[in-house]
């Protein structure tokens, strides 16, 4: 983006926040706003709004503004009574249910005193909203208590949402909205991100029975919500109330209560004959989750606590997809693994007084998995991950005056897990000092990976994060401005090459003497692996709720944000210049990477309610939302080059073989595997290798924050209470993701030029990937008493010009020509259908289920062979060009209800996941030089499983 273009937009979007400065949807808290008027319309100045929390007899108290309007933000969630009231009118109360970022609007009609008072009942939230333009839906109370869930994880429910899959790249289990990457999101919880910065995903872990409620945004939200350029899970947890309320709970499952086939390996010999373990073949599966929570006064009507612990062990086995040559070498195809996690909160609420109140939470996660790994992956080649997590949030919410309110957050993230490899025991510094380097080297087979992870040590932050957000009335406006102070230190201590990384060409056991077994790529880093610095991070916003009509609403917002943490590493640059220079001589390489102060994200937005009973919405809304800087980025930036000396020889390029021979290439390439399999698998004397140069990974000096442009279109429709539909055009455009470009090369006519002779290759991490998606999402709602159904049908196209979906960026076939990288997206599924629903039978028996289906994945098949000696080959096909298996999935649950007395009961679950057993395969061998095992399915999902459950509520 331009420098113009900035001051451009920035001067427009002020000139918009001076003509309506804004609010929009609270972060943890919910809105209720309105007119009063008399019977002939006139408004009703002076009227006075309670609001009264039921479970905590807490009220927040308004009074109407001289246009008969009030406004009353940060309301927590939960069951309220509305009562409105005025000195010659009769009294009017309401009860309605309000869910985490609710903006309702409710219009009231007072009757002159002598007539009965009208009290109207509401048991459920409204299913469409008249002021809000954010795409997306809340998962409420009831379908977090309900839905079944494997893992208990309430985080897979959002995927019950139009526009959200399962997220791609290797950085961990994450979520797409709309196509775009799963390090884009954000998750807030009780207002507070739970995002592990370094790889943007998940940090703490919150029990499914300690979270109320969350909504899923996935496109168009509000100017309040920042740091994502994908979407946002925006959670609740529970609080304590007027009544002690507890639960304890169990979950368990065993392998005798599974049904064969059980997901296994595939023959190399036939790519159309998978097979699965019987089960005498597949050790003892155990999975045991218990814990409980209670909540309840420790003052009444002024301080509530809230309390949860929980305990997981899970013991459960890998299938590998090693070829039957490995097994053959006494590689066990099934590998145990372990999970345990302990979890713990407490929370606190405080009355503090009529204006203010106070929440505390301090929450801390010790998670471990044990023989952690992929589908190639033996027990040698694994590691265990994970280690203690903890927060501390505090939020105070305030009532200035009658049309002021201020919330103040302050939250501290301690976020330092191990990664600790299996082979050698340890991980970062200690692993590289403990024997001869290269002991510990990963080594890579087609079909098998072993010794240590190329990342192992600890890869941890600390984040201190303040926040302040005012809210004020004007006139029709109801206005929101706020800011955020974070700084956020990056602590790592990770080998990342050091220990040497080898690459052989075919599943052959390395022998010195036979060639055929020599590898012919060999990467290694010297040099320091640690480092701690810290880095300050701001964030300006303003948000408008314009009702400028009775039946039109627009959404007006600005957001700025600033990220110094892509300058960390800035302080070794001049050091690391002076060494280059001292030891090749010529100039200085490095640059100082400039914080980019461009991220200006204007949001607009309406919507508009024809009909005279506000049953019909017609909305849309257009935006920009910006990403936040990775760690990880910075990190190798840092070890690899600006601490460290990375260096990389593959036989198969120009760029990086030192005895090619563009003569003969065949007879230089041998050369080289020759002098790697002399060293194999410690690490080479680059002393002795002719030409032997280092690489630099670098970043752009100018490196950009990525972000995407929300574009969005819709309409829904309360057909009658409980029933609504809703249809959303979607838009989502991500730009700027980033790619690496190998720039130290040109290739004009195949022939390679190294721009720069001293080193053998300088890689830039650049923006210029893209992520177009478009979809139509379409929603139906049906909520009864004793029902509850959701259907929802994303009919979408991904289109990319990056291979893959890596937080590390992704390497382009040809960084000078991107175009050749232009298909459809790993995100590109273009049919996802999932309904979920539940139904109280008689006799306290309940139902409830998840159906799925979504369409097949693509995938692209590549070649580590080189025979033109390229530096850059092409594709052997158009990117994702192949199509996978499509997924189905049923999943149900039967609860039998057993009231004991009072206020305690029993319900026993009985769950069963992928019910019918359908046969959804994961990933697949798209190595096309092994035509062996080529397009082998080569892992699946879990078959038919049960779990038994038990839980005790009072």
Not at 252 to 267: H, L, N, T
Not at 334 to 350: A, L, N
Request: aromatic share 12%; net charge neutral.
């Amino acid at each position: 983006m331009s420098h113009k273009r900035s001051v451009l937009i920035l001067a427009l979007s002020l000139c918009l926040v001076a003509a309506a400065s804004s609010v929009g949807a609270q972060v943890i808290t919910a809105t209720i706003r309105g007119t009063v008027v008399d019977e002939q319309g006139g408004v009703l100045p002076g009227a006075t709004v309670t609001a009264t929390q039921i479970e905590t007899n807490i009220s927040r108290t308004v009074v109407t503004t001289g246009l008969g309007t009030f406004f009353l933000p940060n309301l927590p969630a939960g069951r309220y009574e509305l009562g409105i009231a005025l000195e010659g009118f009769e009294a009017i109360k309401r009860a309605l249910v309000l869910t985490v970022g609710s903006d309702v609007t409710l219009d009231f009609t007072l009757k002159l005193r002598g007539q009965e008072t009208a009290i109207t009942v509401t048991a459920e939230a409204p299913l469409i909203q008249t002021t809000k333009t954010v795409v997306g839906a809340t998962i409420n109370e009831k379908m977090v208590d309900a839905l079944p869930t494997v893992n208990r994880d309430f985080t897979s429910l959002a995927l019950l949402v139009p526009g959200v899959t399962n997220g791609v790249g290797g950085n961990g289990p994450t979520l797409a909205f709309n196509g775009q990457r799963g390090y884009q999101n954000n998750i807030f919880v009780d207002g507070a991100s739970n995002i592990w910065q370094y790889y943007g995903r998940q940090a703490s872990t919150f029990s499914q029975d300690w979270v109320q409620e969350f909504s899923v945004m996935t496109n168009s939200f509000s100017a309040e919500f920042g740091s994502a350029s994908g979407g946002v899970l925006n959670v609740i947890t529970r609080s304590g109330s007027n009544q002690f309320h507890g639960r304890g709970y169990g979950f368990f499952r065993r392998k005798a209560w599974d049904s064969p086939p059980f997901a296994g390996y595939f023959k190399n010999d036939n790519i159309n004959d998978p097979v699965f373990l019987t089960k005498d073949e597949v050790p003892n599966y155990t999975q045991r989750r218990w814990g409980g929570f209670l909540g309840g006064p420790m003052v009444k009507d002024r301080v509530f606590f809230f309390t949860g612990y929980e305990d997981l062990m899970r013991q459960s086995t890998d299938t590998l997809a090693i070829s039957d040559y490995w097994k053959a070498q006494g590689y066990d195809p099934v590998v145990p693994i372990e999970t345990t996690d302990h979890p713990f909160m407490f929370k606190g609420d405080v009355n503090v007084n009529d204006s203010n109140r106070l929440s505390v939470r301090y929450d801390r996660t010790i998670n471990k998995a044990i023989n952690e790994g992929g589908p190639y992956n033996p027990t040698i080649g694994r590691d265990t991950f994970g280690g203690p997590v903890w927060n501390v949030v505090a939020n105070l919410s305030s009532t200035l005056s009658n049309t002021s309110f201020n919330e103040f957050r302050f939250n501290y993230m301690s976020n330092m897990p191990p990664i600790v490899c299996n082979m050698s025991g340890t991980g970062g510094k200690a692993n590289l000092a403990s024997e001869p380097p290269g002991t510990y080297a990963q080594i890579r087979y087609p079909n098998l990976y072993i010794g240590c992870p190329i990342f192992t040590g600890t890869e941890g932050e600390q984040q201190m994060v303040l926040t302040d957000h005012y809210s004020f009335v004007r006139g029709h406006h109801q206005a929101k401005v706020g800011g955020t102070l974070q700084r956020n230190t990056t602590n790592v201590d990770i080998t990342n090459f050091h220990d040497g990384y080898w690459r052989f060409a075919q599943d052959l056991q390395f022998n010195i003497n036979n060639p055929a077994s020599y590898p012919y790529r060999f990467t290694g880093n010297t040099g320091p692996g640690a480092f701690k610095i810290p880095a300050w991070n701001y964030s300006f916003f303003a948000q408008d709720t314009w009702r400028a009509t009775d039946n039109l609403t627009f959404d007006i917002g600005l957001r700025y944000d600033v990220d110094h943490s892509v300058t960390e590493g800035n302080q070794y640059v001049d050091a690391k210049n002076a060494d280059i220079v001292a030891k090749y001589g010529g100039a200085p390489l490095l640059q100082k990477t400039k914080v980019d102060y461009n991220n200006v994200a204007p949001r607009v937005g309406f919507v508009w309610t024809p009909n005279q009973d506000k049953t019909t919405t017609i909305h849309g809304a257009v935006g920009t939302f910006y990403d936040q800087s990775h760690g990880n980025f910075n990190a190798i930036y840092i070890i690899n080059t600006l601490t460290g000396n990375l260096t990389t020889f593959n036989c198969n390029s120009p760029l990086t073989n030192p005895f090619w021979n563009s003569a003969d290439q065949a007879a230089g390439a041998a050369q080289c595997r020759t002098w790697l399999a002399s060293s194999f698998p410690y690490f080479p004397d680059l002393s002795k290798a002719p030409l032997a140069k280092v690489g630099f990974d670098t970043l752009d000096p100018k490196l950009q924050v990525p972000f995407t442009t929300q574009i969005s279109f819709g309409a829904a429709h309360q057909f009658r209470e409980g029933l609504a539909v809703s249809v959303d055009l979607v838009h989502s455009r991500g730009n700027g993701l980033e790619y690496i470009d190998t720039g130290n090369l040109v290739q004009p006519n195949g022939e390679a030029t190294v721009l720069d002779p001293r080193f053998s290759y300088v890689s830039e991490l650049q923006n210029a990937g893209f992520v177009h998606y478009t979809a139509l999402q379409t929603q139906v709602q049906y909520r009864t008493g004793n029902a509850a159904l959701s259907v929802s049908y994303t009919l979408s196209k991904a289109t990319s010009n990056l291979v893959s979906g890596s937080i590390f960026g992704s390497s382009p076939t040809n960084p000078a020509d991107l175009n050749q990288d232009k298909g459809p997206d790993a995100t590109d599924i273009r049919h996802n259908l999932v309904a979920n629903g539940s139904y109280l039978l008689p006799f306290d028996i309940q139902v409830a289920g998840i159906v799925v289906h979504r369409s097949a994945w693509p995938w692209s098949a590549y070649t580590n062979e080189n025979p033109l000696g390229l530096a850059y080959p092409p594709r052997v096909e158009p990117k994702n060009s192949r199509r996978g298996a499509a997924e189905n999935n049923v999943d149900f649950r039967v609860t039998k209800e057993v009231k004991i007395g009072g206020s305690l009961k029993a319900s026993v679950f009985w769950e069963m996941f992928n019910a019918f057993n359908s046969v959804n395969y994961t990933g697949m061998n798209t190595l096309i030089d092994d035509p062996s095992s080529f397009g082998l399915y080569n892992s699946a999902a879990d078959m038919r499983r049960q779990q038994l459950g038990v839980r005790i509520d009072f």
